[in-house]
């Protein structure tokens, strides 16, 4: 079965600060593709990156950046300096192929940025 | 602009009646799905449909149906025999080539129990 775990229920930090949000997941696929969402308070889920298990080549993109072990099942999300519009929950989901074809959804970490 | 459109936003439903949500998308995907959102959780897969006249069931189908007699249009009933409808119902849809694309959402429907 395929199982996710996003162990930081809520993190709360000051502006500026940096932010790690855990993903660990469990599978017995081979391959595999790995996504992030957002949702801010307005509720609508936002995709943020794609990853799959062939690439292991860690990813920036701005102020956020992914860091993804195949060898530890993890998937980790960092924001840099972060600012007040970071705060939402964000969802780690991966989408194994079960020819399902359907996210498999953490139950998500709500982060919170004090200005 | 192209997106994914539900309707209501907010909804309310009666004891023992069946409700329906409205989703409807102008990206051309050809898959889509219902997902159910619990306060503090995420979200779960209600019903999945690759294909017109086509739909399987997720995770927590019961009490609930679904039809795809057009590709843009995915709507969600929730029954009377769902006990415990309230929820946020999020409705999403993806192109389905061998490359995993991304799930679109739309903006969601808060449903409640009056």
């Known amino acids: 079965a395929q199982k996710v775990t996003q162990a930081q229920t809520e993190i709360s930090v000051v502006e500026k600060e940096d932010v790690t949000l855990d993903c660990v997941y469990e599978?017995?696929?081979?391959?595999?593709?790995l996504f992030w969402y957002k949702q801010p308070p307005s509720g609508e889920l936002v995709f943020l990156i794609r990853?799959?298990?062939?690439?292991?080549q860690n990813e920036i993109s701005g102020r956020y950046s992914w860091n993804f072990q195949k060898s530890t099942s993890s998937f980790n999300f960092t924001i840099t300096a972060s600012q007040v519009v970071d705060s939402a929950v964000y969802f780690c989901?991966?989408?194994?192929?079960?020819?399902?074809?359907?996210?498999?959804f953490g139950s998500g970490t709500r982060l919170q940025v004090q200005p | 602009d192209g997106g994914i459109t539900q309707s209501p936003k907010y909804l309310f439903r009666k004891e023992g009646q069946n409700v329906t949500l409205s989703c409807e998308q102008n990206?051309?995907?050809?898959?889509m799905y219902w997902y159910r959102q619990d306060p503090g959780q995420g979200l779960r897969l209600i019903y999945y449909?690759?294909?017109?006249?086509?739909?399987q069931k997720g995770d927590i189908a019961e009490g609930y149906s679904v039809s795809r007699e057009k590709k843009e249009s995915f709507p969600l009933t929730v029954t009377s025999a769902q006990k415990n409808p309230t929820a946020f119902y999020l409705c999403a849809s993806s192109i389905l080539p061998r490359v995993r694309q991304p799930q679109h959402f739309g903006d969601g429907t808060r449903l409640s129990i009056l």
């Open positions: 449909s690759q294909i017109v006249n086509d739909f």
């Open positions: 990206l051309n995907h050809d898959a």
């Open positions: 989901a991966p989408d194994m192929d079960t020819g399902r074809r359907a996210l498999t």
């Open positions: 990853r799959n298990s062939f690439d292991e």
């Open positions: 599978t017995r696929d081979t391959t595999y593709y």
